[in-house]
């Protein structure tokens, strides 16, 4: 019973297969008794219908009878099961709807400092999967009603809205939340819900999702505390897997490097490889002057040469050519990417210069 009731389109689907069966299995039988098609056709739809205008021809034969009978039978009860699940498709998706909306914000009333991720498409899924997993209270907010259906199956509080919609932001309890991820495909929705819920809640940590590159510095301005460019860091870590292969593979494929960023992670850490550009600002420098220069933002662990030659702890004098691969340890990957790739000039004592 709980089967047939969870699917309404399945059941509808079911019930006017059944009936169309019944339709030309019982037209079909008329037929064979000499009526015409026309006839037929309609003596069935008065049975199944049960409208009761009266036969078209005598039913004055056994044979007769039982078709008659046995489109009764079927035919009224398909009729039953097909009206029902009508009626079920056209109520119960809305009443689970209404149900399950009001059941998601009576549990969203009861969190505090949870995280609010905006959009639950490739991204979403992974991001929600993790914090879940991680036992993080959080509330997703999606406008796909397929979506929503697919988060709250997962158990996940799903809200269904327009997250550029403050209104929506509020339902989610973002005066509460102490985090919140934009990671819609859409960049310019990004940026105006970092600026909705930076101006709801002063406090809350942002992090937003960025396609294009130019798109990074206006999350900053409209308020988000970090940026995260798939992309951007998809190609980088591409590039590293080609230009470092075995560096690459040392870090990330490594039981023990793995174990290590998870340590790194705990601490607020990360361990990156970065690829020193031809006109980068902290190329051709020794150590000792890329440390002082951007005020000892992160710490270089080893240097890989272009001509294959790795140099573990390296010393402060030692000078970073274009081209090499330098493993770094600091507390942001983007700051360490962003500090690296700066044109010449542009970092002094740990920033960019705009």
Same mark, same amino acid.
């Given at each position: 019973?709980?089967? /047939?009731?969870?699917?309404?389109?399945?059941?509808?689907?079911?019930?006017?297969?059944?009936?169309?069966?019944?339709?030309?299995?019982?037209?079909?039988?008329?037929?064979?008794? #000499?009526?015409?098609?026309?006839?037929?056709?309609?003596?069935?739809?008065?049975?199944?219908?049960?409208?009761?205008?009266?036969?078209?021809? @005598?039913?004055?034969?056994?044979? /007769?009878?039982?078709?008659?009978?046995?489109?009764?039978?079927?035919?009224?009860? #398909?009729?039953?099961?097909?009206?029902?699940? /009508?009626?079920?498709?056209?109520?119960?998706?809305?009443?689970?709807?209404?149900?399950?909306?009001?059941?998601?914000?009576?549990?969203?009333?009861?969190?505090?400092?949870?995280?609010?991720?905006?959009?639950?498409? %490739?991204?979403?899924?992974?991001?929600?999967?993790?914090?879940?997993?991680?036992? !993080?209270?959080?509330?997703?907010?999606?406008?796909?009603?397929?979506?929503?259906? %697919?988060?709250?199956?997962?158990?996940?509080?799903?809200?269904?809205?327009?997250?550029?919609?403050?209104?929506?932001?509020?339902? !989610?309890?973002?005066?509460?939340?102490?985090?919140?991820?934009?990671?819609?495909?859409?960049?310019?929705?990004?940026?105006?819900?970092?600026?909705?819920?930076?101006?709801?809640?002063?406090?809350?940590?942002?992090?937003?999702?960025?396609?294009? *590159?130019?798109?990074?510095?206006?999350?900053?301005?409209?308020?988000?505390?970090?940026?995260?460019?798939?992309?951007?860091?998809?190609?980088?870590?591409?590039?590293?897997?080609?230009?470092?292969?075995?560096?690459?593979?040392? /870090?990330?494929?490594?039981?023990?490097?793995?174990?290590?960023?998870?340590?790194?992670?705990?601490?607020?850490?990360?361990?990156?490889? *970065?690829?020193? @550009?031809?006109?980068?600002?902290?190329?051709?420098?020794?150590?000792?002057?890329?440390?002082?220069?951007?005020?000892?933002?992160?710490?270089? *662990?080893?240097?890989?040469?272009?001509?294959?030659?790795?140099?573990?702890?390296?010393?402060?004098?030692?000078?970073?050519? !274009?081209?090499?691969?330098? *493993?770094?340890?600091?507390?942001?990957?983007?700051?360490?990417?962003?500090?690296?790739?700066?044109?010449?000039?542009?970092?002094?004592?740990? %920033?960019?210069? @705009?």
């Amino acid at each position: 019973m709980d089967n /047939l009731i969870a699917h309404p389109a399945r059941n509808l689907f079911r019930g006017a297969i059944f009936m169309m069966i019944v339709w030309i299995g019982a037209t079909g039988a008329y037929e064979r008794a #000499g009526w015409s098609f026309a006839d037929a056709l309609y003596m069935v739809t008065l049975t199944v219908f049960t409208v009761g205008y009266g036969e078209v021809r @005598p039913i004055d034969t056994t044979y /007769l009878h039982v078709v008659t009978m046995a489109t009764m039978a079927f035919g009224c009860t #398909g009729m039953i099961f097909l009206s029902g699940a /009508l009626i079920q498709f056209m109520t119960l998706n809305p009443l689970q709807q209404l149900l399950g909306g009001r059941r998601v914000q009576s549990e969203i009333a009861k969190l505090d400092k949870h995280v609010i991720v905006c959009g639950y498409g %490739r991204i979403g899924v992974e991001l929600a999967k993790a914090l879940n997993d991680g036992r !993080a209270p959080l509330v997703v907010i999606e406008q796909d009603e397929h979506r929503v259906a %697919r988060a709250r199956d997962e158990g996940l509080n799903c809200l269904q809205g327009d997250a550029t919609n403050e209104a929506t932001l509020l339902d !989610a309890g973002i005066a509460k939340a102490r985090a919140l991820a934009s990671v819609l495909p859409n960049d310019a929705a990004n940026v105006f819900i970092t600026l909705s819920a930076r101006n709801l809640n002063r406090e809350i940590e942002i992090i937003a999702r960025g396609d294009a *590159v130019s798109t990074e510095r206006k999350l900053i301005h409209a308020g988000a505390n970090k940026v995260v460019l798939p992309t951007h860091i998809g190609a980088e870590r591409i590039a590293e897997m080609l230009l470092f292969p075995e560096t690459s593979r040392f /870090l990330h494929e490594s039981e023990h490097m793995r174990d290590l960023e998870r340590q790194l992670r705990n601490l607020g850490l990360v361990i990156e490889v *970065v690829v020193t @550009p031809e006109h980068g600002a902290l190329t051709n420098l020794t150590i000792e002057d890329i440390e002082a220069r951007t005020n000892s933002a992160f710490f270089i *662990v080893q240097i890989n040469r272009r001509d294959g030659e790795a140099i573990t702890s390296p010393e402060k004098k030692t000078r970073i050519n !274009a081209g090499d691969g330098v *493993v770094v340890v600091g507390r942001s990957a983007q700051t360490i990417n962003a500090l690296f790739a700066a044109p010449r000039q542009a970092v002094r004592s740990g %920033r960019l210069t @705009p």
